[in-house]
């Protein structure tokens, strides 16, 4: 069976743990553990970054190059068009979901929690105190700002990729508004990428994720409520609908807990 080693709230990782549901490919997945588990990481796979997979004796590291290894190992079900113009505007699509959605999506939610407080909050695990759920809650936003502006995320960091994001979502609702899916009448690598990669943008409501059920639903306000992005949000709850299988705590190894990996 293939090992995910990967963050449950990674949306690189949410868009291999796509694929792997569509293809029907059997997946346990590996919580790693921030900073100790990563080093193990790069013992096996030569750096630290999530999603990487384990095929028998193969480690193949990058959600890009994830995919294509598992179109070409598992080719029912495939993702990339064998059509050369299809196959091009399909791994373009892809290359711009992965540096434009993927980067923004970041950023704007980090810029919603700084300004949510109850949002904020809902990140924290089942288990934390309800005091310590207060006291995050209680954090100035101000405050949060300032400390965001120090790690490259300030109030303009936030401001540009909002705007990004809106192009983005306005974009990909005119392309979805008479088409069942981005590329081809069957869904493909970039459909799997935009959906995994707006998982920030609004969390999947469902048993998809292994993530707090208040956060379920939620996503940044004004790109995950707007009327004008309907169509796109729509297009991605059918996606999950017929193709994401629902979370389960038999194939999760340390999903709430995470823990070190180690290495054969």
Not at 107 to 115: D, E, I, N, P, T
Not at 116 to 126: E, I, K, W, Y
Request: hydrophobic share 40%; proline share 7%; charged share 20%.
């Amino acid at each position: 069976m293939i090992e995910l080693y990967q963050f449950e709230l990674s949306h690189y990782c949410e868009k291999i743990r796509l694929i792997l549901d569509y293809k029907g490919i059997p997946y346990r997945k590996i919580e790693v553990t921030p900073g100790i588990g990563q080093l193990d990481l790069y013992r096996m796979s030569g750096q630290r970054q999530v999603p990487v997979i384990r095929d028998g004796a193969e480690v193949i590291a990058d959600s890009t190059a994830i995919a294509l290894y598992l179109d070409q190992k598992y080719p029912d079900r495939p993702i990339i068009p064998t059509d050369p113009k299809q196959r091009a505007l399909c791994l373009l699509m892809e290359e711009w979901a992965d540096e434009s959605i993927g980067v923004n999506s970041r950023k704007v939610m980090l810029g919603a929690f700084g300004q949510d407080p109850v949002l904020r909050s809902t990140l924290l695990p089942a288990s934390t105190p309800s005091f310590l759920k207060t006291l995050v809650e209680s954090i100035p936003g101000e405050a949060l700002s300032i400390l965001g502006t120090g790690a490259g995320f300030g109030p303009d960091t936030v401001k540009a990729a909002r705007k990004a994001m809106q192009q983005n979502l306005e974009s990909l609702s005119t392309l979805l508004m008479d088409s069942p899916y981005l590329i081809t009448d069957q869904p493909t690598l970039a459909d799997f990428a935009v959906a995994g990669l707006t998982m920030y943008v609004k969390f999947p409501a469902g048993l998809y994720l292994d993530i707090p059920a208040t956060l379920k639903g939620q996503g940044v306000p004004g790109l995950a409520d707007n009327i004008a992005y309907e169509t796109f949000w729509v297009w991605r709850d059918r996606l999950y609908s017929d193709y994401r299988k629902f979370t389960s705590s038999s194939n999760v190894s340390g999903a709430t807990s995470p823990t070190s990996i180690n290495i054969d």
